[in-house]
């Protein structure tokens, strides 16, 4: 089944990782969903407070 999500690698620090894991569990979440949920909600706000970010679908 084809997904809009990509793949790509991230180097942390393994305290920052470990914190990460532990907010995760807290939220019912894996870390990548964690992260995720993060990502979104502080795009929301960097756009709500500097306006919408435009993405060209056509270059991927």
Known sequence: MP?????FSLRVDSD????????????RRSVNKEMEYIMVNTL????????VIQ???SQK
């Not at 997904?3 to 793949?7: E, F, G, I």
């Not at 920052?16 to 939220?27: G, I, T, Y």
């Open 3 to 7: 997904t809009s999500k990509r793949c």
């Open 16 to 27: 920052l990782m470990e914190k990460f894991a532990k907010m995760a569990e807290e939220n």
């Open 44 to 51: 929301k706000q960097y756009e709500k407070e500097h306006g």
């Open 55 to 57: 993405v060209d679908k």
